[in-house]
């Protein structure tokens, strides 16, 4: 279930606010919340909308899909627990109502940057093989010839 949609345009004190969150849940979270669901977990960023009302948490969790969905029925069901210490924790009138969501966007990052070691690997392997099918293979090429002149 997706919480409010909270845009992020964000002000100078949202950003505290939402770094303020990011830290405080961090610490809440890790203290065990006794649910066996809730694997290791990174908090990306918070979002907090301009009325402090709201504050979506992107979480990003290592391993299979299924593994990210348990974690996240995890903290939602966690969420009126954590929504209390992190009230206590807070110096506002208001806690923000929280939505946990999954960052696709680590996800995404570490995606890409897999796909560029493996093309990186494949140009120098391709690099180091000899070229059999050029005539020329082995020998300089006139630009080289050229430059030792």
Do not use: Y
């Amino acid at each position: 279930m997706a919480g409010p949609q909270v845009v992020e345009k964000a002000t100078r004190r949202t950003k505290r606010v939402a770094e303020l969150i990011r830290h405080k849940l961090g610490r809440i979270i890790a203290s065990d919340l006794g649910d066996p669901r809730i694997g290791f977990i990174t908090l990306t960023r918070v979002v907090v909308a301009a009325d402090l009302r709201n504050a979506q948490v992107f979480v990003s969790v290592l391993g299979p899909e299924s593994k990210q969905r348990t974690t996240l029925r995890g903290l939602n069901s966690a969420r009126p627990r954590i929504q209390a210490e992190l009230g206590q924790a807070l110096a506002l009138r208001r806690t923000p109502e929280l939505s946990f969501q999954l960052d696709a966007e680590m996800e995404r990052g570490l995606r890409i940057s897999a796909l560029l070691s493996q093309l990186a690997r494949e140009s120098a392997e391709a690099d180091r093989e000899p070229q059999p099918d050029r005539p020329d293979a082995g020998e300089p090429s006139e630009e080289e010839k050229t430059d030792g002149q």
